[in-house]
C-alpha cells in the first residue's frame, strides 16, 4: 500500500525524503513558516501538514511556548497511552484452529482471525492492564501473511503476526526491558491454546510493546491511533474540543493525521479532509 502511495505521489511531482526526522516545526508571528530536520536542512513554506501525533506536532515539534495555554493544556490532556503489544512471527508453520478442522485450516490463514471468547474474557484481560498487569489471557488479532504472498517467506518457513491487547505502557512491577520475553512467551502460550499446533512450533518473534511502538514509530504512547478513539476524543473534540479545522492555533498548520478527526485506520480520511481544507484556504489567499 505504501509503495503505491508513493508512486502515485511521486508521479504528482511530491519529493519524498524517507528518514528525515523533524527537530522542529518554524513559527512566526503565530504563522507556520516551514519546518528545519534533525540534520539541519531548512525548508520554508507557506503551510505545513503534519501527520505526527497532535501531542508531538504541537509540544514537541512547536512547542508550548507558540500556544495559547488552554490549547496547550487540551493537547496535553488527549489520552494516548496504548494497550497494544504487536508480535511478528517468523515461524515453520501457520496456526491451526480446531474450530476449523471440518472447514478447512486455510480459512483462519488467508483471512484475519479475531479471538476474544466473551465479554467477560474481554472485560478481565482489560482490567489486569488497568492494575498495570499484562492481560493474562489477552485479545487476539492474527493475521499471516505468508498465507496470502509466498514472497514473504522462503519455502517451508511461514511469518505471521498478532496484535494483542491489554497490555500498560507502564508496568505496575518491572520494566518492558525486564520482561518483555517473558510477557510475550505467556502471550504464546496462551494462544497455543486456541491453536494448539504452535505448542512445539519452531518459531522466531518480534515483540513490540507500546513502549516499542513508540520508540520505532515515533507515536508517542505508542498509540496506532494518535489518541484513543473514543467518544470523548471523537468530532469536534477530536483532536482537542472545540476543533472545527485542522488548522489549530498556528495560522498555516495542519493536523493531517489520524490524532485529527475521524482519527485511525488505514483510509487517510484525515489527510484526505486537511489537504482539502488548506487547499481552499490556499485558493483563498489566507497565506499570501
Ligand atoms: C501495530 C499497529 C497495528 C495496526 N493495525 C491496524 C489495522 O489492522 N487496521 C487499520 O486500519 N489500522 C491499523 N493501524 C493503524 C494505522 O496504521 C494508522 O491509523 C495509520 O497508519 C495512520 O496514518 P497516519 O498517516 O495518520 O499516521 P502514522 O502512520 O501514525 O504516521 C505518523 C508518522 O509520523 C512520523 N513522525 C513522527 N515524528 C516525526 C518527526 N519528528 N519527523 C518526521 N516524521 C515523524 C512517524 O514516524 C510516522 O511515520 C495499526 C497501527 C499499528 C502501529
Known sequence: ??????????????????????????VEGERATGAVTTDGEEFHSRIVLSNADPKRTYLKLVGARYLPDEYARDIENIQITSPVMKINFAC???????????????????????????????????EDARQGRPADWPFFSIHAQSAVDRTLAPEGKQTFS???????YELAEGTWDERRDEIAKNALARFAWFAPNMADAEITMQVLAPPDIEARFGLTGGHIFQGELVPEQAFDMRPVPGSRSYQGPIAGLFLCGSGAWPGGCVMGAPGHNAAHEAIDRLRAGEYA
Open 162 to 168: 498478532i496484535f494483542t491487547q491489554f497490555f500498560p
Open 1 to 26: 500500500f505504501t509503495q503505491a502511495l508513493k508512486k502515485v505521489a511521486q508521479g504528482l511531482g511530491v519529493d519524498i525524503r524517507p528518514g528525515k526526522e523533524v527537530h522542529h516545526i518554524c
Open 92 to 126: 515453520d508453520r501457520l496456526p491451526e484452529y480446531p474450530g476449523l478442522r471440518d472447514r478447512g485450516y486455510e480459512l483462519g490463514q488467508t483471512g484475519g482471525v479475531t479471538i476474544g471468547p466473551s465479554i467477560e474474557y474481554l472485560q478481565r484481560a482489560y
